[in-house]
């Protein structure tokens, strides 16, 4: 039986297609999360498991549908239940009467063995020189994805033809979902910056800039399907959004060892002292990290009911007093209603605005 | 001087310990009453709306040591690892970030120190020797103080094996009264839960009693020695990450295995994550052995009477299910 192999709908899926494909695997791309979606993964999920949870249930269900038996993600150690996220999923759907496989990359600590015997799967038959030119592709379309999306939404707020930067962003994204070796990287590349660059800007002073940082587990911030879009949606309001995680800072930190995340977190280390599970020290750590790089408010976003999160949560109003940010935190769940969030944010926005307002005009304008 | 330790979360594992513990070092143990409403309404007002009620409690209990019995200092241990390989709920490694920051005002007067042990025996004193300049004790007193504690620690944890239900085998160590186990024919009923949702009166609404008047028989997680308990999830490709959830897992399918036992309570608090996880697990297990399984799951609210009656109608239940079977 041939493989058919599927994989979680988290940020830029292209990548995982592109690395997969590559692999010579014939892949079956999971659809882009809908209500249906939500409602198929609410239905079969436990009732009080975290909205990634949901939604990856949903995911894998429609996967399955269209045929995958194979279904690749990532574990974890502890003591957040994303680890655990595999094994339930799997009982679920083979209780549904779906035959699947699921292999999980956990942290080659925990198991080595099963992590060597895993990378062999992935490997697929072809050879280490083959991975390794294909991770040379696939990585750099992962980071510039990440870079262009980033630069995409300091721009939005002040774009002059309204919605012609998303358009781009759209466009840029499809060119690269055709890359398939160095040479279309860089021409990608090229034609990226090109048409960034032809994005026409009003002129804004610095001071008048509302810059916003989105904080918190990495399902919420990453997956714009559903977090209501927030990154849009802060900058129809008029301000640049900036997440503070990205899938290839993901990556970075935690299959190369890159260093970043480590000093974030020793922001962090004043208010949660050990590495909790999941992403509630980094969270910790970013908000500080945002406000000294001048961020005026930070959104935190949660899955209800998300362990680590809640703890983060509760230190929150001792680092607001401490270094005088606002911050707004949104916990996540089944429920798709947009305008009780949009009111909140709304007002949260206005705040901020009066804020800096207020501050300019008794430093009679000179700051 | 005077140290408050919350009736709250692991007090009903280790509270003999830590109480022994102090008393050892020459201190005054105030512990906090059995929740009540006020306590209760204390930790809502001081905790994240989100948040378990089990971690709410603590908090409540933790505001009336503090301020109601005026105590110098309040124990909140970090609770990082009780098992080789595996760690807590990140509720319970976060707990004195989520109380110092949570409620600055208090923060000095918090007792804190990590505990990490390889086994779920944490006398080691390496875990208390960080308290001992607030304790004014050396590391000699330390060490006999948690080697004093141990002893009656192993006591404790001798009764429940003997199958004493938690809070009555602490009475016995504490108080050298006795407690007489009736054997009978009767039904007999797994209750699976944490200790602190089971054994904290105000949160299971005095469940174990209560199965206890209608004449069932009644079987803990404590009741069972941790080789029965882990060879049960042996099999396991991933075992779930914290030790207590783990245990519980095992405990439940030990009982949907038994025939001795004739039907499974999850007691489970509202919003608890990991408990989540372990329900499903339950749920697909005793699907296949073919037992009864109910889930109860319990949050600030009081009403008792809808409790009564789930657990009359699942005892009933299983009584006819026996009478039917012997027939």
């Known amino acids: 039986m041939s493989n058919k192999v599927s994989f979680p709908y988290l940020g830029h899926v292209i990548v995982y297609k592109k690395f997969l494909q590559m692999m010579g695997f014939e892949v079956i791309m999971p659809p882009a999360p809908t209500q249906k979606t939500i409602d198929l993964g609410v239905k079969y999920s436990p009732e009080f498991a975290c909205i990634p949870f949901k939604m990856l249930m ?46 999980i990359f956990d942290s080659p600590k925990r198991d080595l063995f099963g992590t060597i015997k895993k990378f062999f799967k992935i490997k697929n038959k072809q050879s280490i020189s ?5 991770s040379k592709v696939v990585f750099p379309v992962l980071k510039d994805l990440d870079t262009f999306e980033k630069k995409i939404h300091t721009m939005i707020p002040y774009e002059i033809n309204k919605g012609q930067s998303l358009e781009v962003w759209r466009e840029i994204y499809k060119i690269y979902d055709e890359v398939y070796s160095q040479k279309e990287l860089l021409e990608a590349r090229a034609e990226g910056h090109r048409m960034i660059d032809s994005i026409k800007l009003r002129k804004v002073n610095d001071d008048e800039k509302i810059k916003i940082g989105i904080v918190g587990e990495i399902f919420v911030v990453i997956e714009p399907s559903i977090n209501m879009d927030v990154e849009n949606l802060l900058c129809s309001l008029g301000c640049e959004a900036e997440r503070s995680l990205y899938l290839s800072e993901w990556v970075e930190h935690n299959i190369f060892g890159e260093k970043h995340e480590k000093t974030i977190q020793d922001l962090g280390e004043k ?5 909790i599970g999941g992403h509630a020290k980094t969270t910790v750590g970013n908000i500080v990290d945002f406000k000294n790089r001048g961020f005026d408010g930070i959104i935190h976003l949660m899955p209800f009911g998300c362990l680590p999160e809640l703890v983060s949560q509760s230190v929150i109003p001792k680092i607001t007093s401490d270094h005088d940010i606002p911050v707004l935190t949104l916990s996540i769940d089944e429920q798709t209603g947009k305008s009780n969030n949009l009111t909140r944010i709304e007002a949260f926005i206005d705040l901020i605005r009066n804020k800096k307002t207020k501050e300019k005009v008794f430093s009679g304008g000179k700051k | 001087m005077k140290i408050g330790i919350p009736r709250a979360l692991l007090y009903h594992y280790y509270g003999v310990f830590w109480e022994e513990f102090f008393k050892e070092l020459g201190h005054e143990v105030i512990v906090s009453p059995h929740s009540n409403k006020e306590i209760v309404d204390t930790g809502i007002k001081s905790a994240v709306p989100e948040i ?16 109601e019995k005026n105590v110098d200092y309040a124990f909140v241990p970090r609770m990082i690892s009780i098992h080789k390989g595996e760690i807590f709920c990140p509720k319970f490694m976060g707990l004195p970030d989520l109380v110092k920051n949570g409620s600055p005002e208090i923060s000095d007067r918090i007792l804190t120190t990590y505990i990490e042990s390889k086994t779920e025996n944490i006398s080691n004193y390496k875990n208390y020797i960080s308290l001992s300049d607030k304790l004014n004790a050396n590391e000699e007193d330390i060490k006999r103080a948690s080697r004093k504690a141990n002893i009656k620690w192993l006591e404790f944890r001798r009764n429940t094996l003997r199958g004493i239900p938690a ?18 024919n009767n039904i007999k009923i797994a209750v699976v839960g944490y200790v602190y949702n089971v054994y904290d009166p105000f949160l299971s609404m005095d469940i174990l009693d209560k199965l206890h008047d209608l004449n069932v028989d009644y079987m803990t997680f404590e009741m069972l020695d941790n080789k029965t308990i882990f060879s049960q999830i042996s099999h396991l490709k991933k075992r779930l990450f914290w030790t207590f959830s783990n245990k519980l897992l095992g405990a439940g399918y030990y009982s949907l295995k038994n025939h001795n036992i004739d039907g499974l309570i999850h007691l489970t608090a509202f919003g608890c994550g990991p408990d989540s996880f372990l329900g499903k697990l339950f749920e697909i297990e005793s699907d296949i052995r073919q037992k009864p399984f109910m889930t109860i799951r319990i949050d600030e609210h009081t009403g008792e009477n809808h409790l009564q009656t789930r657990i009359e109608a699942f005892v009933d239940m299983l009584k006819r299910k026996k009478e039917k079977e012997s027939a």
């Open chain 1, 58 to 103: 949903g995911n894998y269900i429609e996967a399955c549908e269209l045929g995958a038996n194979t279904i690749i993600s990532s574990g974890g150690h502890g003591p957040c239940r994303a680890g655990f996220y595999g094994e339930v999923h799997q009982r679920i759907l083979r209780q549904m009467g779906y035959d699947v496989n699921f292999i």
């Open chain 1, 130 to 134: 083959k991975m390794v030119k294909v």
């Open chain 1, 271 to 275: 208010y949660i002292e050990i590495l």
């Open chain 2, 52 to 67: 378990c009620v089990p971690i709410k409690i603590f908090l409540g209990h933790l505001k009336y040591l503090i301020y």
């Open chain 2, 167 to 184: 809070d009555k085998a602490a009475e016995m160590v504490k108080k050298n009264t006795v407690y007489k186990k009736n054997n009978s």
